[in-house]
């Protein structure tokens, strides 16, 4: 009879705790300058700063005005709003997405165990997860995907578990934590199919097979959809997102490989080299699940095959499910760390299953247990190599908007100032509109970024823009906004509204259609004299 973890390593308990609370650690040591903000943390944020002030769960809209949030859904605003109430609103992210992190190591140790009834696979797991930078960053920034994980992790969790013991206390906690899911991301859907699969694959009898997958959909997607006629009673729109046919592209799929190699082996390492060693281990996956799955025919699903079945749809589902949403939905999705973070998860756990998989298999030969330790042990400090060296980094500057940089913009001290009587027209309204509160209307877009379709109201907006900035309207250009590719370059905007430099510094410019010494707007008539001039 195998012992369990507590008969064999007294302290393995403690173990399963120490990891969890090291990545909580690392979370909160890595952000000394606050949580990483990103143009998405920006609109969660602004939705929890909103609804805190009796404006609803709104958003800024790209001319500056309050829309209700369309984007995404809204609980994760929801969460930080409530946590605000007794901390600051990016403290309040900074702890919940740390605590999230150790929740959800926690998460991948239980699951490993259920799956191995070992100690040791499940602790290598949780160690690849702490010194997994993919991991780390995306728990570091105000995002939702730590609290998606958390939340389509425990779908998974209560439906294998009803599937197990079918009480259906199990049901009913799988279908609220799906619900809860797609409340935080739509592509949660990915969580709900997947479990509804799981449910109809394996559940044992057909009257009970119905009704449970009946009431599992019925649960899990009220309350989304109360959400969205919601939205739809207030701008006659679910979303934000319409049908269009933009089919993924070469350069998509390309960009997902390049991620998912990525978390083997670090970018500089040639192409040719991450591709092959993608292929070796995908091979050996491949073998080691047709290994590890060759049993009798009329043996009964262990917890084990209902895990790794559930894994291995749940990728099929939300890698379809993200096939599916870029060519109909929403082009502008990036297949990065951030998007397939919840499949590398999933991956990740399948991977120790499939170690520990060979590691049995080759019990009676030394010489290959050393290999595959070897290999384990360079993948365990490849990864505290380049998160040591990430955290360094993040602990010195901060990230995204959050960074010393940033924070420290004299573009955005420009911005502070200018009264609100004068517009703004800029590539970073978001940036301006948290870190001064002052709002700004994004440039117009030459290319709607979600459907890549020209936009033929380009002409007329910009000659809307042109008038306004004779009216003494201010154009900001931030030279680091470079990933909004939809917007007109620099030179192009002074070409077409025939603007001249009033401020420059590193970060950009500050334009008006004011040129030599001429006055035009009450902008103008602020003092510059401690700021750099073009």
């Known amino acids: 009879m195998r012992k369990s973890c507590s008969d064999r390593l007294p302290r393995t308990r403690w173990s399963f705790v120490i990891l969890p609370a090291l990545g909580v650690a690392l979370a909160l040591f890595s952000t000394p300058w606050g949580i990483g903000l990103s143009p998405d943390s920006i609109v969660y944020l602004t939705a929890a700063r909103h609804w805190l002030n009796g404006q609803g769960i709104s958003q800024l809209s790209n001319a500056g005005q309050l829309l209700p949030l369309l984007h995404f859904p809204p609980l994760f605003s929801v969460l930080l709003a409530i946590c ?35 100690c040791r696979p499940a602790l290598l797991g949780a160690l690849l997860a702490v010194t997994s930078l993919t991991f780390l960053a995306i728990h570091t920034m105000a995002w939702s995907e730590p609290l ?32 809860l899911t797609m409340l935080t991301r739509y592509t949660g859907g990915a969580f709900t199919l ?13 009257r009970e097979k119905v009704v449970s997958a009946a ?26 997102r319409v049908f269009a046919v933009h089919w993924i592209r070469l350069a998509d799929l390309q960009t997902a490989a390049s991620t998912i190699s990525d978390w083997i082996l670090p970018s500089p390492t040639p192409i040719l080299i991450r591709t092959i060693v993608l292929l070796l281990l995908a091979a050996s996956l491949v073998i080691g699940l047709i290994r590890g799955q060759q049993r009798p025919r009329r043996r009964a699903m262990t917890s084990s095959d209902l895990w790794l079945f559930a894994l291995l749809i749940f990728i099929f589902v939300y890698g379809l499910g993200l ?18 973070s919840p499949i590398f998860i999933a991956v990740l756990i399948l991977g120790v299953y499939i170690a520990w998989r060979w590691f049995r298999v080759v019990q009676g030969s030394r010489a290959k247990q050393t290999v595959l330790v070897g ?31 940033w924070r420290q913009s004299p573009l955005v001290q420009v911005a502070a100032t200018i009264p609100e009587s004068d517009k703004v027209f800029t590539n970073g309204p978001d940036v301006i509109y948290f870190l001064t509160g002052r709002r700004a209307a994004l440039i117009p877009a030459k290319v709607d970024s979600m459907t890549r379709q020209p936009n033929v109201a380009y002409p007329a907006q910009v000659s809307a823009m042109r008038q306004e900035l004779g009216k003494g309207a201010v154009l900001i250009d931030f030279r680091a906004i470079n990933w909004r590719w939809y917007l007109p370059s620099e030179k ?10 009033i401020f420059a510094d590193s970060d950009g410019v500050v334009y008006q259609t004011v040129c030599g010494n001429g006055r035009h707007g009450a902008f103008l008539l602020i003092d510059y004299s401690n700021l750099q001039s073009p």
């Open 492 to 501: 192009e905007l002074v070409h077409q509204l025939m603007v001249c430099p």
């Open 148 to 179: 998606f994980i958390f939340l389509g992790s425990s779908t998974l969790l209560f439906v294998v578990m009803y599937l197990e013991s079918s009480q259906p206390v199990f049901l009913i906690a799988s279908a609220l934590m799906a619900s």
């Open 375 to 405: 290999v384990i042990a360079l993948f365990v400090l490849s990864g505290l190599i380049r998160t040591a060296f990430w955290v360094a980094i993040a602990r010195s500057d901060g990230q995204g908007f959050a960074s010393r940089v």
């Open 323 to 340: 096939v599916i949403s870029i060519s109909f939905f929403d082009a502008s999705t990036s297949l990065d760390d951030r998007m397939l």
């Open 84 to 118: 605000a109430t007794r901390l600051d609103l990016l403290e309040s992210a900074r702890w919940m997405n740390a605590l999230l992190l150790g929740m959800n190591i926690l998460f991948i140790e239980g699951m490993i165990y259920r799956m191995t009834r070992e």
């Open 215 to 240: 009431a599992f959909g019925l649960v899990s997607s009220l309350p989304l959809g109360l959400w969205l006629i919601h939205n739809w009673v207030l701008t006659g729109a679910a979303t934000d």
């Open 194 to 206: 997947t479990s509804f699969a799981c449910l109809v694959l394996f559940m044992k009898g057909s």
